[in-house]
């Protein structure tokens, strides 16, 4: 509904602005306002001359996150942007605060372009580990405590930064004189939408060909994934995580993990729910609810493996769901698939390990080996 | 007369007490229709959700409030005993707080070593985070006690447990700010209490050993007892004031470990319920005041359990929310009555 209100306003805007404006200008304006983000809810981007308008919103409040331009620095700026904030492209200093940012310069070869990440010692990435040790990279802290000295050092002229509710960034903009540009991938609602991000890193590198063809071909492989399943003749139902201190934190019912699961052919059980933030339920409405399920999804932070054993000595009740009787928990480890780091950008491949767990004779062509969830075996 | 009194008192708390227990059985989020309730106690049977709801979620969950309730409002009567401060509780020995910090420890140090965040709460963070709030927990107990064993003086015991507690805290502050937001809300989670982490298969160990604290403070009534009398006259009645202040301390907070490791510390109720009691019974004696307040402890934890997870939510409230919540307002209302 957003979307088609935003196409029918823009397109108001093009007639009128076409119709003012001096014939040089229209064939130039005519297509600058085509949103080029087709599954993104929180950012927009339209051609603007040369470069790029970018809109950033947010959840929260009716208040634009930041609006940016993007202009070729080869190109002398327009006048009118002198006031504006504008990001010189190709970018040349980035300091990126999430490891969803620095993996795309990574698959698209202008890693170069990064000089600082942060929580470094939680990646496992052999690239990144090199460049830190060559200290092309450098680590400049965590979220919560900048190392404010070593960003100024590294004369960022942009930094992607994790855009929350309260927390305003400005400071170390103004100190390094860098645009502090807010990269807002994670609340995105939409697997697609949450891929989609990888093309802002194209518009910022000047490599929004070979980021569109990326996108584009992720987007082609999700699509012909979920048209098969929605022929699907069952659809198994699936719950989802583990508690903590008896309290359940389930995914909402409009959050993108929830619609992974309907698009690989499956019912959420709390796909009636309506909130895109997790919700805490305590574990005897879960268990009402969700005993009968068929497929249980779990995430592993640790180093350790999970087992049936081990989740039973945890908690006794985890024996009673359906999923734990039929061996149908899918598990993944997230550090060792770098789930953080790159499934963004797989939602086809995480939609795949979902297809072909709840829907094995759709694959069964393919010797497919799930990359980030696979169902947990029985050790017995 | 008086006699009598006590016995419908002590009564009245059970029977009290014994409604709360079954209405912690019955009453949750998920309905419990009034007919079925027979049917379900009749015939236990894994197969039916209800059953496995009542039987292996609320039956260990009323009972790690009762033992807990029990164990932390007995701890903090002998605290106000000891230190002869109505405002003691186990928290001043800065039990709490070391607990905290090992938990702190395991959820935000491990979360940094092993990598991603432990907030996906796998089952090994579970049992880490019993340990580690014991070990925290008994580590400081261990420094009070060097502590409590060459001095006499309570007042600066009590300002040594403080400043404890005020350590352990800042080195948590600390470690929370060197870590995850993930991580840091697992921390917080713990930190806010909650009696459904006992479940069926640590209910034995947990169980057995609040049971054997609870027991002990019973010896310990006529100590505490010539204790009230002051510390002179104690000591001219051939009480070694510096062992038996060791014992106390012991015993209170070996109570306080274990409930924190399981339950995460729970504010309030050492605090409170042993006014409540004394109020209730108007009596000093700790041979009526060590049972009474457990029972006060127990009634107060069932129904404050009970309130957490009242039907319409989906979720759990935090206990600590809830104890303070329903507490305070009692505790006040008893002190105005008394000091009229």
């Given amino acids: 509904m957003r979307k088609l209100l935003f196409v029918c306003v823009s397109m108001i805007c093009v007639l009128v602005s076409c119709g003012e404006k001096s014939n040089e200008a229209k064939n130039e304006s005519c297509t600058e306002n085509e949103n080029l983000m087709q599954y993104t809810s929180y950012i927009d981007v339209t051609h603007y001359k040369s470069g790029y308008y970018v809109n950033v919103s947010n959840p929260w409040n009716e208040k634009s996150l930041g609006e940016y331009y993007l202009y070729p620095d080869s190109l002398d700026l327009p006048d009118e942007l002198k006031n504006q904030v504008v990001i010189r492209t190709p970018v040349k200093n980035v300091v990126a605060y999430s490891s969803t940012q620095w993996s795309v310069f990574l698959e698209i070869g202008e890693i170069s372009r990064v000089k600082g990440i942060l929580e470094s010692d939680y990646t496992d990435n052999v690239e990144i580990k090199r460049l830190l040790a060559e200290k092309k990279i450098e680590d400049v802290g965590i979220e919560t405590s900048l190392n404010t000295e070593i960003v100024i050092n590294l004369h960022p002229d942009v930094i992607l930064y994790t855009p929350y509710s309260t927390v305003p960034k400005t400071e170390i903009g103004e100190l390094t004189g860098a645009v502090m540009f807010p990269f807002a991938d994670y609340l995105e609602n939409h697997p697609l939408g949450r891929a989609e991000w990888l093309k802002v890193i194209g518009f910022l590198t000047c490599r929004e060909d070979d980021a569109n063809q990326w996108f584009n071909n992720i987007v082609s492989r999700y699509e012909s994934l979920k048209t098969l399943c929605e022929n699907a003749e069952n659809r198994p139902t699936v719950f989802s995580d583990l508690p903590f201190e008896g309290q359940w934190y389930l995914p909402g019912g409009a959050s993108y993990i929830a619609q992974i699961f309907h698009d690989a052919g499956a019912d959420y059980i709390w796909k009636d729910n309506n909130s895109t933030a997790s919700l805490p339920v305590d574990a005897e409405t879960v268990l009402s609810k969700a005993r009968d399920a068929d497929f249980w999804r779990v995430m592993n932070s640790t180093n350790h493996k999970f087992s049936y054993e081990g989740l039973a000595v945890e908690n006794e009740l985890y024996t009673y769901f359906k999923a734990y009787k039929d061996r149908n928990i899918l598990v993944c480890d997230i550090r060792e698939s770098g789930y953080f780091e790159k499934s963004e950008y797989e939602p086809d491949i995480l939609l795949k390990d979902f297809v072909y767990a709840f829907h094995p004779e759709m694959l069964e062509n393919e010797d497919y080996t799930p990359k980030y969830f696979y169902r947990l075996k029985d050790e017995k | ?340």
């Avoid at chain 2, 934890?301 to 809830?322: K, Q, S």
Wanted: hydrophobic fraction near 55%; charge should be positive; aromatic fraction near 10%.
């Fill in chain 2, 1 to 340: 007369m008086k006699n009598s009194r006590i016995t419908i008192g002590i009564l009245g708390i059970i029977i009290f007490g014994i409604i709360l227990f079954v209405l912690n059985l019955f009453v949750g989020s998920v309905m419990v229709p009034f007919e079925d309730i027979f049917k379900v106690l009749l015939e236990v049977n894994d197969d039916k959700t209800l059953s496995v709801i009542i039987f292996n979620y609320r039956l260990p969950q009323a009972l790690t409030a009762l033992l807990a309730g029990a164990a932390l409002a007995v701890a903090g009567l002998l605290m106000q005993t000891l230190f002869r401060n109505p405002l003691a509780d186990p928290s001043m020995l800065g039990i709490s707080s070391g607990a905290s910090l090992g938990v702190g420890i395991v959820i935000l140090l491990t979360g940094a070593i092993s990598g991603a965040a432990v907030s996906s709460f796998g089952w090994w963070s579970t049992i880490g985070v019993s340990l580690a709030a014991f070990i925290g927990a008994v580590v400081v107990l261990f420094i009070m006690l060097a502590f409590s064993s060459r001095m006499k003086n309570m007042t600066t015991l009590i300002i040594i447990g403080l400043m404890i507690a005020y350590l352990a805290g800042s080195i948590t502050d600390i470690l929370k700010f060197f870590s995850l937001k993930e991580d840091i809300h697992a921390f917080v989670i713990w930190g806010m209490g909650s009696f459904s982490g006992v479940g069926t298969s640590k209910m034995t160990v947990f169980a057995i050993s609040i049971i054997i604290g609870l027991i002990a403070t019973f010896f310990l009534s006529k100590n505490l007892n010539i204790l009230l009398l002051g510390e002179m006259y104690a000591e001219n009645l051939g009480l070694n004031i510096r062992k038996n202040s060791v014992i106390i301390i012991l015993v209170s907070g070996y109570l306080t470990a274990i409930v924190t490791a399981y339950c995460g510390p729970i504010a309030f109720v050492g605090l409170a319920m042993p006014h409540i009691a004394r109020f209730l019974f108007k009596s000093s004696d700790h041979r009526l005041l060590i049972p009474a307040t457990m029972l006060i402890g127990m009634d107060m934890t069932l129904f404050c359990n009970l309130i957490a997870r009242m039907p319409g939510f989906d979720g759990n409230l935090p206990i600590n929310a809830v104890t303070a919540f329903i507490g305070a307002p009692v505790v006040i209302s008893v002190i105005m009555k008394s000091k009229k």
